[in-house]
Nanobody, 124 residues
Protein backbone atom coordinates (compact mmCIF):
# COMPACT_ATOMS: atom_id res chain seq x y z
CA UNK A 1 0.00 0.00 0.00
CA UNK A 2 1.44 3.32 -1.09
CA UNK A 3 1.41 5.97 1.62
CA UNK A 4 2.35 9.63 1.44
CA UNK A 5 3.14 11.64 4.56
CA UNK A 6 3.68 15.39 4.46
CA UNK A 7 5.56 17.50 6.99
CA UNK A 8 6.97 20.98 7.35
CA UNK A 9 3.85 23.08 7.56
CA UNK A 10 3.38 25.78 10.16
CA UNK A 11 2.78 29.44 10.89
CA UNK A 12 5.01 32.01 9.23
CA UNK A 13 4.91 35.75 8.65
CA UNK A 14 4.44 37.18 5.20
CA UNK A 15 7.74 37.21 3.36
CA UNK A 16 8.99 34.17 5.22
CA UNK A 17 9.83 30.68 3.99
CA UNK A 18 8.81 27.11 4.64
CA UNK A 19 9.97 23.80 3.21
CA UNK A 20 7.42 21.03 2.87
CA UNK A 21 8.45 17.40 2.53
CA UNK A 22 6.52 14.36 1.38
CA UNK A 23 7.84 10.89 2.12
CA UNK A 24 6.51 8.02 0.02
CA UNK A 25 6.42 4.47 1.37
CA UNK A 26 5.11 1.22 -0.04
CA UNK A 27 6.17 2.13 -3.55
CA UNK A 28 9.09 3.29 -5.65
CA UNK A 29 9.12 7.06 -5.93
CA UNK A 30 10.77 7.00 -9.35
CA UNK A 31 7.62 5.32 -10.70
CA UNK A 32 5.50 8.39 -10.05
CA UNK A 33 4.93 11.88 -11.26
CA UNK A 34 4.56 13.87 -8.04
CA UNK A 35 2.48 16.93 -7.36
CA UNK A 36 1.62 19.39 -4.64
CA UNK A 37 -1.90 20.75 -4.32
CA UNK A 38 -3.49 23.14 -1.85
CA UNK A 39 -6.93 23.93 -0.58
CA UNK A 40 -7.84 27.09 1.28
CA UNK A 41 -11.00 27.38 3.42
CA UNK A 42 -14.06 27.82 1.24
CA UNK A 43 -12.10 27.30 -1.97
CA UNK A 44 -11.57 24.43 -4.36
CA UNK A 45 -8.37 22.44 -4.36
CA UNK A 46 -5.83 23.86 -6.79
CA UNK A 47 -2.55 22.61 -8.23
CA UNK A 48 0.64 24.22 -6.96
CA UNK A 49 3.49 22.35 -8.62
CA UNK A 50 4.36 19.01 -10.14
CA UNK A 51 7.53 17.22 -11.18
CA UNK A 52 8.28 14.40 -13.61
CA UNK A 53 9.70 11.08 -12.46
CA UNK A 54 13.32 12.11 -12.98
CA UNK A 55 12.90 15.78 -12.13
CA UNK A 56 13.53 16.85 -15.69
CA UNK A 57 10.24 18.67 -16.12
CA UNK A 58 8.26 20.79 -13.72
CA UNK A 59 5.00 22.68 -13.65
CA UNK A 60 4.12 25.66 -11.45
CA UNK A 61 0.89 27.52 -11.01
CA UNK A 62 1.20 31.15 -12.09
CA UNK A 63 0.51 32.28 -8.53
CA UNK A 64 3.67 30.60 -7.19
CA UNK A 65 6.12 30.91 -10.08
CA UNK A 66 9.39 32.43 -8.98
CA UNK A 67 8.61 31.82 -5.30
CA UNK A 68 8.14 28.04 -4.96
CA UNK A 69 10.48 25.25 -6.07
CA UNK A 70 9.56 21.58 -6.30
CA UNK A 71 12.28 18.94 -6.13
CA UNK A 72 12.63 15.23 -5.58
CA UNK A 73 15.16 12.75 -4.25
CA UNK A 74 14.18 9.33 -5.53
CA UNK A 75 16.87 7.63 -3.45
CA UNK A 76 15.26 9.03 -0.31
CA UNK A 77 11.68 8.59 -1.54
CA UNK A 78 11.11 12.27 -0.80
CA UNK A 79 9.56 15.17 -2.67
CA UNK A 80 9.98 18.71 -1.37
CA UNK A 81 8.37 22.08 -1.92
CA UNK A 82 10.50 25.09 -1.02
CA UNK A 83 8.25 28.09 -0.50
CA UNK A 84 9.80 31.54 -0.34
CA UNK A 85 8.33 35.02 -0.05
CA UNK A 86 5.12 33.58 1.33
CA UNK A 87 1.95 35.63 1.14
CA UNK A 88 -1.24 35.47 3.21
CA UNK A 89 -3.05 34.11 0.15
CA UNK A 90 -0.76 31.05 0.29
CA UNK A 91 -2.55 29.96 3.47
CA UNK A 92 -4.03 26.50 2.84
CA UNK A 93 -3.71 22.82 3.51
CA UNK A 94 -0.97 21.49 1.25
CA UNK A 95 -1.11 17.90 0.06
CA UNK A 96 1.26 15.84 -2.01
CA UNK A 97 0.06 13.32 -4.54
CA UNK A 98 1.49 10.56 -6.72
CA UNK A 99 0.51 9.82 -10.30
CA UNK A 100 1.32 6.54 -12.04
CA UNK A 101 0.56 8.05 -15.43
CA UNK A 102 3.21 8.77 -18.02
CA UNK A 103 2.84 12.53 -18.34
CA UNK A 104 3.27 15.60 -16.21
CA UNK A 105 -0.14 16.90 -15.21
CA UNK A 106 -1.74 19.45 -12.93
CA UNK A 107 -5.11 17.70 -12.96
CA UNK A 108 -5.96 16.41 -9.51
CA UNK A 109 -8.12 13.61 -10.91
CA UNK A 110 -5.08 12.11 -12.62
CA UNK A 111 -3.33 11.41 -9.32
CA UNK A 112 -3.62 7.98 -7.75
CA UNK A 113 -2.40 8.45 -4.19
CA UNK A 114 -2.73 11.34 -1.74
CA UNK A 115 -1.31 12.36 1.59
CA UNK A 116 -3.33 13.76 4.47
CA UNK A 117 -1.99 17.26 4.08
CA UNK A 118 -0.12 19.79 6.20
CA UNK A 119 -1.38 23.22 7.24
CA UNK A 120 0.45 26.32 6.08
CA UNK A 121 -0.63 29.62 7.61
CA UNK A 122 0.87 32.92 6.53
CA UNK A 123 0.15 35.94 8.70
CA UNK A 124 0.18 39.49 7.39
Amino acid sequence: QVQLVESGGGLVQAGGSLRLSCVVSGGTLSSYVMGWFRQAPGKEREPVASISWNGGRTYYADSVKGRFTISRDNAKNTVSLQMNNLKPEDTAIYSCAADLGPGLTARADAYDYWGQGTQVTVSS
